[in-house]
């Protein structure tokens, strides 16, 4: 569904926590990578500023009603 109303641009303050964020599921790939001996590292660091952005920002997700109707369903 597109939706036609347009967002403001991010603030400073918010384009910081968003950046925080994502450099914590950085970390976090980085820790699963290193405690499972395998995987491609490039493929997990190289959009994780975009995904932290869509979910944090633009995508309708409730973590506490993951069945909620008027969600996003994001399909990578």
């Known amino acids: 569904m597109i939706r036609s109303n347009i967002e403001a641009a991010a603030s ?23 405690t499972l001996g395998v995987g491609h ?16 920002r633009h995508l309708r997700i409730d973590a506490d009603d993951s069945r909620a109707p008027d969600r996003d369903i994001f399909v990578l």
């Open 12 to 34: 400073k303050a918010e384009l910081e926590e968003i950046g925080r964020k994502a450099l914590s599921i950085r970390l976090s790939c980085l820790e699963s990578l290193a």
């Open 41 to 56: 590292i490039g493929g997990s660091m190289s959009v994780v500023e975009i995904l932290a952005m869509l979910y944090f």
